[in-house]
């Protein structure tokens, strides 16, 4: 079906006299100081900025910041919530939870563009009618095209947005935060066929200014933004102090930020050290003894005003076992028994104590802290146990050994795993980890190395037999991670290749369930299943070790939205100090 903008339409000199009167009557925002410059970096380069096609993390980050959905996540509010962006309003919703009514907030205008012909274009319903179309483009091949299936948008009128599902889905308006859903003109990407990604136009509060690929990128505040901070903050004195420096003001808080791209571990921490960047997120295991000592930053760091601090990210860091792998794959109950005890062998506080450097806590099931679903007071039922491993591969046919002392497999064959890992650092430690572990109870095991990109394709083709991985939420609810291993998701998202009839009706019902006992209880029950089976084994949650400058104001690190850039402000004259501190 196709849309067209009601921009599109031939417009008359009276029309244009009347818009220019509406633009000149609203309120301007105010332009921040040039010096007022937020200095950060992205840990990998970039791809083009499309919100339709960016699925990488750095990209993502950029597009936030330049691009505009329906909704937000409220800056301050734990846990995490949803509240209006170009919306008036949360949406209307329909008793039957199918149609969706959005109001559009007049006078938001996309940034200038030679596409646009001069004319400065506001936003319509239109325009999120065709953004949120083109993501199912077969052309594109968008990775996001999922949150669109079984869902029409219809433009009303020119501020009224309606959008009916196929079938109910809970987190339909997660999806309307995501960078993917913001709104972009037609315009623009017709006036550059398979370029979009090099022309980022959009409504944000920043824009771009300089872009030096793989290099730096300039974003420029931009001078149209009609952003104004609305938050709710609890009980935290930080987050009250943050509202009340903010409250009603617009947004961004400072004029530029310049970003550049530091892939190395070393040039980021000493970077930040240098006060070449106002805050540095997640310290590298491999350098977090640089910056703490027993736990706390070293006193010459916290004499300089820094700060420490923790902070839980939605993430879930797992070993997964291929069930269709002739070695470790399987429903059978000696099957099972080898992914048990591999479960068993774990240490989970050598792994937190000695490779996390104490920044994470060992992860119960897949669900980190400040999702929704999570039960603080689960508990594993396979704790680390090697005796107990020991016996179960004795009783289950795996008791033969080779001279060497490693197990054979029931019926006398050798038995020798393969573990892909990463060709890093960090890799060879967690082979290290691995291979003591597994030694422990008589496994023998041998690693793969190679780079994560190329794991992945062999992980999704099936010849990978175990790998760790991570995930990091898309949106803050347990649907999140339990696709993960639903059956009908093998060869995506479901690395282990899954596939239990009873998990899968159990994960069907729950997606059905908005947030609440009933959920829960089958999430407890997906829970048992994982444990009983061992397509994983849960590993731990990140507890981020994050530094910042004591000239950076308002920041707070937010559970799902890849930067708090807009809200950042600046203490010119302190940094200055600071500066002058280290010579």
């Known amino acids: 079906m196709t849309f067209r903008y009601a921009a599109a339409l031939v ?105 646009f012909k001069g004319v400065k274009r506001e936003v319509t319903a239109a325009d999120y009618v065709y953004s949120l179309e083109r993501l199912r483009d077969p052309s594109l091949r968008s990775p996001w095209s999922y949150m669109v299936e079984g ?29 993917a859903t913001g709104v972009v003109a037609r315009e623009v990407i017709e006036a550059y066929p398979g370029q979009a990604g090099n022309h980022p136009v959009g409504t944000g509060p920043f824009m771009i200014g300089e872009w030096k690929r793989s290099d730096r990128i300039v974003l420029l505040a931009n001078p149209y933004s009609t952003a104004v901070f609305t938050a709710t903050p609890g009980d935290n004195p930080e987050d009250r102090a943050i509202a009340a420096a903010l409250d009603g003001k617009r947004l961004p808080r400072v004029a530029r930020i310049d970003v550049k791209i530091a892939e190395e571990f070393q040039g980021r921490m000493l970077g930040f050290l240098n006060g070449e960047y106002d805050y540095l997120e997640q310290i590298p295991e491999s350098m977090t003894e640089m910056v703490v000592h027993d736990g706390a930053l070293k006193p010459g760091l916290a004499a300089r005003g820094i700060v420490l601090s923790r902070f839980p990210v939605l993430q879930t860091y797992y070993m997964w076992m291929n069930m269709n792998d002739p070695v470790v794959g399987g429903y059978g109950k000696g099957a099972v028994a080898l992914r048990r005890a591999i479960s068993l062998s774990y240490n ?53 050994r080779d001279p060497d002392g490693f ?35 008589g496994l023998r095991v ?68 908005s947030d609440g006992a009933q959920r829960n209880k089958l999430y407890f029950e997906m829970n048992q299943l994982i444990h009983a089976y061992n397509p994983w084994v849960p590993l731990t949650h ?42």
């Open 446 to 513: 041998v690693f793969k190395s190679d780079k994560k990109t190329e794991i992945i394709k062999a992980s999704r083709l099936g010849t990978v037999q175990m790998f760790e991985s991570n995930w990091i939420a898309d949106f803050p609810d347990g649907d999140n991670f339990y696709q993960l291993l639903y059956g009908p998701n093998a060869g995506r998202a479901n690395y282990a290749r899954f596939n239990l009839p009873e998990y899968n009706v159990r994960y069907e019902r729950a997606r059905m369930l």
């Open 11 to 115: 417009f008359t000199l009276s029309c244009l006299g009347a818009q220019a009167a509406q633009e000149q009557a609203q309120p301007q925002p105010v332009l921040q100081p040039k010096q007022k410059v937020l200095r950060m970096f992205l840990s990998t380069s970039e791809t083009g900025l499309d919100p339709a096609v960016a699925s990488d993390n750095a990209t993502l980050s950029l597009l936030e910041n330049l691009f505009d959905p329906l909704l937000r996540y409220d800056y301050l509010a734990r846990p995490a919530r949803l509240r209006p962006n170009t919306a008036t309003a949360m949406p209307e919703v329909s008793a039957d939870g199918l149609t969706y009514t959005f109001r559009i907030r007049p006078g938001i205008h996309f940034t200038p563009d030679p596409a």
């Open 348 to 400: 989970s506080a050598e792994d937190i104590a000695l490779l996390k450097k104490g920044f994470a806590i060992k992860a119960e099931s897949p669900l980190p802290p400040n999702v929704l679903g999570y039960d603080p007071n689960y508990r594993s039922p396979v704790p680390y146990d090697p005796a107990l491993a020991n016996a179960l591969l004795d009783r289950h046919g795996y008791g033969g």
């Open 542 to 583: 990140v507890l981020s070790g994050d530094l910042r400058h004591p000239w950076l104001k308002n920041y707070k690190r937010h559970p799902v939205e890849f930067t708090t850039w807009r809200y950042l402000d600046v203490d010119v004259a302190q940094r200055a100090r600071g500066a002058r501190g280290k010579r």
């Open 407 to 441: 197990r054979r497999a029931p019926g006398g064959k050798p038995l020798t795993l393969t573990m892909h890992s990463e060709a890093t650092v960090g890799g060879r430690l967690r082979d290290e980890l691995w291979r003591k572990c597994l030694n422990a109870i």
């Open 151 to 179: 869902k029409r948008a219809e433009a009303v009128d020119r501020y009224t947005l309606r959008i009916r599902l196929a079938a109910p889905d809970n987190n339909f308006l997660f999806y309307l935060a995501t960078p």
